[in-house]
């Protein structure tokens, strides 16, 4: 019976991927649509800048000690309210950013024949792993509020940075390899 | 035999037909030659069936499971064949389809390998069972194909597309129409006599479309990227995906 549902199971999985290949946008293009110049722009240091203070008003607590003390409770909920979407969009931007990153090496080691597979399956582990972790986080921010992650600020600094070394180095071909060659 | 069901026989043959045409006039033997020598011998076996079947039927059974491994055997090399279409372009992901490849034969293997030394697993017990074993096998290789194209984003021509879900369609729809069969046994045979034709006439319909298109053939050319030292590139997104893990860890620590 176990035997029987198996290739059953086998069967259907292999309609529902066609099914999604099928239906996957851009797919007859002859290059990746998803790696658009915009997508891969890099923040300039003014924009940095920018970002680390943005980071610190999201997750830090003066704005919110300040509104607890001198506010009422209803503008308390609609502070909360509004630093909990904005902190949701930032845990996104964030796990576009990695998925932007990983999309550059799988376009780029797709035609390598130098690709390693257990090093890829290691690093498709990781990679689902910190898309597993956003998503924790992002059900503590919905669960707590940004409040909740206060001690957040610097560690998610950390990380943007990398990831934006990640991508900055990734956008540099002669970056990765001191023996590049035309194929 | 029915009308609809002759008719439905002769719509099928004037696909293959119209196909193979198509493929005769642009020449498309030459690229393909599993696939286009897969559809030829089912189109002759199609022809010659329909005379057996008109006036020699008590031929009809044995021919038809000679016939049907034969197609199994060209199967093989069409499975093949749709790697080498969609992956030729792209080493990397086909040294990879070929080691994941490689873990799932030999799982499946080991597996039917235990089963017959235990006498668990009649693998040739009768013909249905050792035709849904195989065309098992080839399912699970398309589906090995289809997670590589979706994880490395292969793109895929319209004319790749089309036989590949053609094809993937043909043998899903067979493993679990000879699954149900070998199951349920007898009680299945008419719906298994029904539904068989039409999901073929579905995988005709889908190379028809597909290769009706005015698509240039995918021709094997050579990237003019760069290409990256992998050890370097894949290190690199490693360490920033564990580093960013750790963050994130970190972050949700109490």
């Not at chain 1, 996957?24 to 924009?47: C, F, N, T």
Request: charged share 20%.
């Amino acid at each position: 019976m176990s035997g029987t549902l198996t290739l059953l199971a086998i069967g259907f999985l292999l309609i529902a991927l066609l099914v999604y290949l099928l239906r996957r946008r851009g797919s007859e293009e002859a290059d990746v649509p998803w790696l658009r110049d915009e997508d891969l722009a890099i923040p300039s240091a003014h924009s940095e800048d920018h970002r680390k203070e943005q980071l610190d008003r999201i997750f830090g607590g003066e704005d919110w000690e300040f509104i607890r003390r001198s506010t009422s409770r209803r503008v308390q909920q609609l502070f909360l309210k509004e630093r909990k979407g904005i902190a949701l969009s930032w845990l996104s931007r964030l796990r576009s950013e990695a998925r932007t990153g990983m999309h550059l090496h799988v376009a780029r080691v797709r035609a390598s024949q130098e690709l390693a597979p257990l090093a890829e399956l290691r690093l498709a582990i990781d990679y689902y792993a910190f898309q597993a972790k956003c998503g924790l986080i992002a059900a503590i921010l919905l669960l707590g509020g940004p409040m909740a992650l206060r001690n957040m600020v610097g560690q998610a600094e950390s990380l943007s940075n990398n990831l934006r070394g990640m991508l900055e180095a990734a956008l540099k071909p002669e970056a990765f390899s001191q023996r590049t060659r035309i194929r | 035999m029915s009308s609809y069901a002759l008719s439905f026989w002769l719509a099928g043959v004037a696909l293959e037909g119209t196909i193979l045409a198509r493929a005769l006039v642009v020449g498309w033997f030459k690229k393909c030659p599993f696939f286009f020598g897969y559809l030829a011998s089912v189109f002759v076996q199609d022809v010659f069936f329909l005379a057996v079947y008109s006036f020699k039927f008590k031929y009809y059974k044995p021919i038809y499971w000679y016939a049907e491994f034969f197609s199994l055997l060209m199967g093989c090399g069409v499975t093949w064949e749709i790697f080498r279409l969609i992956l030729g372009r792209y080493p990397g992901a086909g040294r990879m389809a070929r080691n994941v490849l490689a873990i799932v034969l030999l799982m499946v293997l080991t597996k039917g390998l235990a089963g017959a030394w235990n006498g668990d697993i009649p693998w040739t017990a009768t013909m249905v069972e050792l035709e849904r074993n195989l065309r098992a096998i080839q399912a699970l290789s398309l589906i090995v194909l289809a997670l590589l194209i979706a994880y490395y984003r292969v793109p895929l021509g319209r004319f790749a597309k089309g036989i590949f879900a053609g094809y993937g369609i043909f043998i899903a729809t067979m493993v679990m129409t000879l699954t149900l069969r070998a199951s349920i046994g007898q009680a299945f045979q008419a719906a298994w006599v029904f539904v068989q034709p039409h999901c073929y006439a579905a995988s005709l319909g889908i190379w028809c479309v597909a290769l009706w298109s005015g698509e240039r053939f995918p021709v094997e050319q050579s990237q003019s990227k760069i290409e990256e030292d992998y050890q370097s590139l894949a290190l690199l997104t490693k360490r920033s995906l564990i580093q960013a893990r750790e963050f994130l860890g970190r972050a949700i620590r109490p």
